[in-house]
């Protein structure tokens, strides 16, 4: 391990905090992969007198410029938002030679093309869009290969979650709005989500990286929510279409850049994008179809992408013509569970003769092994043997096999047609 | 730009053709990245007599030892696939101080554990999982910031296609392999694809980045699909579920790992990848759900990802404390279309008296403006003004204004009550 590099965090709010949180819950992990220690200097606050629960030893200022001259800060995560101060304080950063990571839409989108021609190695945005997915890294790495000529997204979840109220529920734009207040998805003032601002800053991004060439907001043309009507949800869903607030960017012989609320075919996977979740769905030229989904805001998500990016600067900064790598393997080799100890619902699909009582006895050979029945099926259809189907609330595999093996010596029971796991795994369901 | 990096490609089969597809499709964007000039030097084949089409001026050999051994090579890409000689051939290029690029999961599966840890900075694989959809590097590097308990991936597309076969068409399994094999979806001898073995490979090389320890294929619990009937998939959708082949890694106090057909919730993200297509799916802590979905398999999917590590490894080799960059922008600023001249379909509804004689009113406006009508709900219900609704086939905004105009001034239409486009950018299509 070499010695600590200096952070300074500018904003202490929904991502900050979250930085902080999670700097804090996997520090040894995450300092083993950045190659040493990472010492958060310094927190800029608004106000030095909020009473705040900081999990860190950094000195609060509320002076920003303060921590950015620091010559014991290497690496500067701006998570203030808005366009200035911030916007000055990361030119300062990079000029003074430091690495910035920032989550900030707004100054990547107005002046990221000038920042990352003049900085190209040091400037780390990961985050500014789709908040937890990774997609700025794939688009600029993984994508290389690929000539990309068509990125859609769903990349404002608040816009996101009211189109899906009004579709699900029947609800006006109003009513969804307000549900969305309620539920902490939108803000007091929603005029930069609805208007389609918020998705046409992160539309500026995506097409930068997609087609390679700087483009400005005045490029993109926006229309917002605030006069769709639940009627026409409706009929778009007759035709077979669900509306979504789509970011388009699209390379023909010229680019297209816009932002609207946009009928999609049912099939498309954008149209089973619902709620709050965003994705990013790009073609490319050797790959195909491709499409990232996931959390696109929040205080942990977002902060994920900036730990991400903090850990690369760590990277670059100690590497000496070869990045740093932590160890593939930190731990010793945990233990893995053989398959009879796993534990999960089960599918059971038995053939059994059309009788009366058939299901109270298998039903009783379920109880005996400690298997319980979350739902059943039960066919009569006149010939013999008929379908009796089960799904069971989680089951050990011994406890299941051991129900089988009394069921199968039924002499009601003809044959355990099938046996079929049931994951859930979902949202920890 | 440095010197060229020589390069070694070691199999010419379907990768490795698509590998040099994409070298001389997208030479100059990709030697920019890379930092200089790639000259693929060697090309090992089964058999020198084969005829081939090579777009390149490499040396063929039938002895990939003699290619590896090469001072002027650099790079290494194995794309024959199989245990050996690969793992050998990938070892001996690792102790020789080169990189490795591999799309190989058997050797990653079996031996990726051991090679890593001696060589951790110079083995690379994305290609190794589901094919061009990125995976490798967004664990790896961009989720660092997360602990993962759980990874769900339909890994696997040749069991995927039959599975959604049998689920859509109500055919056997027998049947949607054989529809599967004449589309090229699955190989005359399926056993490798239909056993799980596969996924099984696929899930060791997850689990191992997910947990960051080391499994073995001894450690997972494999059932394929083979024994599975259509009617249980009718049964799974009559209780609100879907049957897939699942890749399952979940930590809680021990590691499971499992391939198994499965009943998956519909609403499940994973329910809704159908097809060849592949999807994993991951829970971190501080993301939440995420999911990565694409072409799981191909010529040039997987020379895609294959395509990517040749970058970055390129990129390393040439760094010198810093690693090279390309320039962000390559080219001029594009033509940006304005908004008047998109095209796209529309979405309209106009509220109307309701007489006879309005749709065609209406339909006659869009002719003369060069808008053609793809369908139309057209609703009386009694008390006016009623909804018309259509869609267009794709228009020129220019002309739709026009032919909006015209239909407003119209003394049978009430209003213009919704104009939103319509999106149907998938496939190209």
Redesign the interface.
Known sequence: MSQALGVALLGAGTVGS?VLR?LE??RE??EA?AGGPLDVRWIAVRSLTKPRDLPTNARLTDDPLEAVHDPGVHVVIEVMGGEEPATHLIETALAQGKHVVTANKVVIARSG?RL??AY??RLHY?ASVAG???II??LQ???????LD?V?GIVNGTTNYILSRMDQAGISFGEALAEAQAAGYAEADPTYDISGLDAAHKLVILAMLA?????SLA?V?VEGIGQ??T??LA??R??G?T?KL?A?A??E??????V??????RE??LA?VDGVTNAV?V?????????????GA?S??T??????DL??AAR?LR?????P?G???????????P?E??VSPF?L?FRVVDRPGVLAQIASAFGRHQVSIE?V?QRGRGHEPV?L?F?THPARVASLSQALEAIRALPVVHQV??C?????????A
């Open positions: 979250g999670i819950r996997h992990r995450i992969r093309q990352l021609e190209p190695d990961e937890g997915i990774p890294k794939p790495e993984c994508l290389i290969a690929n000539r068509q859609l087609f390679e060439a700087p483009f490029d043309h769709l009507e009627t026409d009929y778009a007759e035709f279409y509306v789509l388009v699209r390379r012989e010229a680019v297209e850049l816009r609207h609320p946009a009928l999609l075919p498309h996977p089973k769905f073609e490319g030229d050797a790959t195909g179809p491709l499409m990232f989904t996931g959390a929040g942990l998500p902060a994920s992408s900036v730990v991400a850990v690369e670059r590497s000496q013509g070869q990045e790598n160890p593939l393997f930190r731990q010793g080799r945990p233990r893995v569970r398959p100890e796993m599918y699909r739902s099926i379908d189907v799904i047609a099938a079929l796991r049931v994951e859930r795994g979902w949202g920890h």
